[in-house]
């Protein structure tokens, strides 16, 4: 198994923070340092056809802003790759991004799901199935695609015991929201929203260039 690497300790407190929120247009060197760090256990760790999924590997455990970056550098360096492990590092990547990206999330999680096995994901850390199909049970259920939720709840069941009251719970409720069929509410990124993704982008691909990094 590819096991994340958490020996850098990130420290909150050496975040660039204004009026109470991460500044995405100035970095320290504490976080780029978190960066490069993940970039490098990356580098050193993984062959070339598994970097990208490596990377988010790595990722999954970082917090904070360089989190956010992480993943943007993601999206962006496997961009033009098709290859199945890229599309999920892609997919995972999206979901991070919360509400605004989980149709992203999905196109790419559903373009990888027929070549990514449970067995392939137990390899690395970060994406053990119970987990991972969980998580795509969430993102289904907040785009209002119960059949696709429930299917990955009855996945995540085989790992998280047949006989777990949580499951059979949370698939009832599912069914019983197929049934109802609200409709999904519809929502607009704020201005705010909108800088801070332009800003992590921009951080991204300066990164990217700055140490020169290429998995495809």
């Known amino acids: 198994m590819y096991v ?10 050496k975040s660039v923070v204004e009026n109470g929120k ?10 780029v340092e978190a ?7 990356t580098r050193n760790k993984y062959p070339m056809d598994l970097r990208g999924i490596g990377l988010a590997n790595e990722s999954w455990i970082v917090k904070y802003k360089a989190r956010y970056v992480l993943f ?18 892609k997919s995972i990547a ?9 149709k992203y ?6 373009k990888s799901k027929p070549f990514v096995s449970d067995e ?24 209002h695609e119960y059949e696709k939720a429930i299917s990955c709840m009855e ?10 009251l949580y499951f059979k719970q949370k698939i009832n409720e599912l069914e019983c929201k197929l049934v109802k069929n609200s409709p999904k509410r519809s929502r607009t990124m704020s201005e705010d929203d909108v800088q801070f993704e332009k800003d992590i982008r921009f951080a991204a691909r300066y990164l990217i260039d700055y140490f020169n990094v290429n998995y495809i």
């Open 120 to 143: 392939t994901l137990m390899k690395f850390s970060s994406f053990q199935p119970l987990n991972i199909h969980l998580t795509y049970a969430k993102v289904y259920e907040s785009e």
């Open 105 to 110: 999330a999905i196109n790419f999680f559903e």
């Open 155 to 164: 996945a995540a069941q085989k790992y998280g015991g047949s006989e777990n």
């Open 22 to 31: 991460y500044c995405t247009q100035k970095y320290s060197t504490h976080e």
């Open 72 to 89: 943007e550098m993601i999206i962006q360096l496997l961009e033009l790759s098709d290859n199945p492990l890229d599309e999920f590092s």
């Open 94 to 102: 999206y979901v991070t991004k919360g509400a605004f990206f989980r």
């Open 35 to 41: 960066i490069y760090h993940a970039l490098k256990v």
């Open 4 to 13: 994340a690497d958490s020996s850098f300790i990130q420290d909150p407190r």
